[in-house]
């Protein structure tokens, strides 16, 4: 592992910013006291080597973008977006939403088939129109039979209520979930 570059400074504050620490919650994290912490972030001090190893270890498990923030923008490091917590739904919309999630569940796998035998009756037909087609192929009736059944108008026309139906769905799962977005506004 290659050694990281120990911040400067300015990028002490931005860390414990970032982190949300105070210098004493810092110093304890390093194993050093606030004083040094204060000194070091003023830049009248080197921290200890214990307290730097420890900080190279701190730096070392953050994500890379924000090492580079600090090491770009010292003064500011804005902290991670962290979601707020879903509002649960009260029981009776609770009890819609599973339900609906299952009935999309069934949904998309009564269309997964479907789709997969759409593709395979596209692929199929086209090996048929092509000149380079094996005869056996040309010749084999059910082999084409079953492309012309798999893209035909009845298979056509379930999959068209099946993607009607899974969009329905999805827009009462959204629906359902917009109180609790509402309430947070």
Same mark, same amino acid.
């Given at each position: 592992?290659?050694?990281?570059?120990?911040?400067?400074?300015?990028?002490?504050?931005?860390?414990?910013?970032?982190?949300?620490?105070?210098?004493?919650?810092?110093?304890?994290?390093?194993?050093?006291?606030?004083?040094?912490?204060?000194?070091?972030?003023?830049?009248?001090?080197?921290?200890?080597?214990?307290?730097?190893?420890?900080?190279?270890?701190?730096?070392?498990?953050?994500?890379?973008?924000?090492?580079?923030?600090?090491?770009?923008?010292?003064?500011?490091?804005?902290?991670?977006?962290?979601? !707020?917590?879903?509002?649960?739904?009260?029981?009776?919309?609770?009890?819609?939403?599973?339900?609906?999630?299952?009935?999309?569940?069934?949904?998309? !796998?009564?269309?997964?088939?479907?789709?997969?035998?759409?593709?395979?009756?596209?692929?199929?037909?086209?090996?048929?129109?092509?000149?380079?087609?094996?005869?056996?192929?040309?010749?084999?009736?059910?082999?084409?039979?079953?492309?012309?059944?798999?893209?035909?108008?009845?298979?056509?026309?379930?999959?068209?209520?099946?993607?009607?139906?899974?969009?329905?769905?999805?827009?009462?799962?959204? !629906?359902?979930?917009?109180? !609790?977005?509402?309430?947070?506004?």
């Amino acid at each position: 592992m290659l050694p990281l570059r120990l911040p400067t400074a300015g990028t002490l504050p931005a860390l414990r910013r970032y982190l949300m620490l105070t210098q004493a919650h810092l110093a304890t994290l390093l194993g050093t006291t606030r004083g040094m912490v204060a000194q070091a972030e003023a830049g009248t001090r080197f921290l200890p080597a214990e307290a730097r190893e420890a900080l190279s270890a701190l730096l070392a498990a953050l994500p890379p973008a924000t090492r580079q923030a600090l090491a770009v923008a010292p003064g500011y490091a804005p902290p991670p977006q962290v979601p !707020a917590p879903p509002v649960p739904l009260p029981r009776p919309l609770a009890r819609r939403h599973h339900l609906a999630t299952q009935e999309l569940d069934r949904v998309l !796998a009564a269309l997964a088939p479907l789709e997969a035998r759409r593709l395979a009756s596209a692929a199929r037909l086209a090996l048929l129109a092509a000149p380079a087609c094996p005869a056996v192929l040309a010749q084999d009736g059910l082999f084409a039979a079953q492309a012309r059944l798999w893209a035909g108008p009845a298979a056509e026309a379930t999959r068209h209520l099946l993607l009607a139906r899974a969009t329905g769905l999805r827009a009462e799962l959204a !629906a359902l979930a917009a109180p !609790a977005e509402e309430a947070d506004s």
